[in-house]
């Protein structure tokens, strides 16, 4: 009688020891070059392409000719994978796991991304080069749409969080510091900084399907360019409230201070912060004039 203990251990060791053969694939098992097979995603009797820490790799043909005329196939598609790679989300061997009963950002899960990369390396060590190409095209295609959805998303969302900021800043201002400090200008050019900020917030918000985001860059670069964007709002705001508190600008319109003064002191705060252009325009002019 072979004990259950005596199995364990066998599969322990083939689990261990460096595959050779295509029939010599399993999951949990080494490849030839002694890495972890995490998924096996495609397998025939000619070739095995499978999932490791580092990517996705085939197993070429047990026969020496057919494995010399598959390397020549898959090395063709050299340009293309690595392009994908550089693209595709690392690998765990919980990720089949998260793909299915997790929340993903995305609808489509990271498998079928994996599975269609290995479909069209399939094709090409097949010979069907084109259908190849067409397949990790697609998948490229689908990348890229992911990693700029990812970036226009962080970067609205750090926009939308500096904004709540500056708003529990402003709150906080009106209904806390301001009782302490009676000093009109001061409550005024805050309130015109948030005035800014918001309209900085209203650009990014309506032009974020336009935002154009390199693929190649890392989350938290959209995160900083975000950030970015509000303080040069916040700025705008601050500075135009300068120009037109020393006269340099607008003066007619800010002649005598009333209730339609101030709300329009206001709405050119938002049209700065909005406008990248507007306070540049406005110093160049300002320069000229002087």
């Known amino acids: 009688m072979i004990s259950t203990s005596a199995i364990s251990d066998s599969s322990d060791r083939s689990l261990n020891k460096p595959a050779k053969l295509v029939v010599d694939y399993r999951i949990g098992g080494l490849d030839k070059r002694g890495r972890r097979v995490l998924d096996i995603l495609w397998a025939t009797k000619d070739f095995v392409i499978f999932q490791h820490a580092k990517g996705i790799s085939p ?13 020549k196939r898959y090395m063709n598609l050299g340009p293309y994978l690595s392009r994908i790679n550089a693209l595709l989300p690392s690998f765990t061997e919980d990720n089949q796991s998260s793909d299915q009963y997790n929340w993903s950002f995305f609808h489509t899960p990271n498998a079928f991304l994996y599975r269609e990369t290995a479909r069209a ?35 609205l969302l750090t926009c939308t969080v500096i904004l709540a900021i500056v ?57 900083f360019y975000g950030f970015i ?61 002087s």
């Open 59 to 71: 197993h070429f043909s047990d026969d020496d000719e057919e494995s010399r005329e598959q390397a």
């Open 121 to 155: 390396i399939a094709n090409a060590l097949s010979g069907n080069h084109d259908l190849a190409i067409d397949i990790l095209a697609f998948v490229e295609a689908r990348l890229i749409a992911r990693r700029r959805t990812q970036g226009q998303f962080l970067y």
């Open 167 to 223: 708003m529990l800043i402003v709150f906080a201002h009106e209904y806390w510091i301001a009782l302490s400090i009676d000093f009109w200008p001061y409550r005024e050019l805050v309130r015109v900084a948030a005035c800014g900020t918001i309209g900085g917030f209203i650009s990014v918000a309506i032009g974020i399907r336009k935002l154009d985001v390199d693929p190649d860059t890392r989350w938290w670069v959209n995160a």
């Open 229 to 289: 964007r509000l303080t040069i709002a916040f700025l705008s705001a601050v500075v135009l409230y300068f120009l037109i508190k020393g006269k340099l600008i607008f003066e007619p319109l800010f002649t005598e201070t009333s209730d339609q003064a101030v709300f329009t002191l206001y709405a050119f705060a938002v049209a700065a912060g909005s406008s990248e252009t507007f306070i540049p325009n406005i110093l160049r002019k300002t320069e000229e004039n």
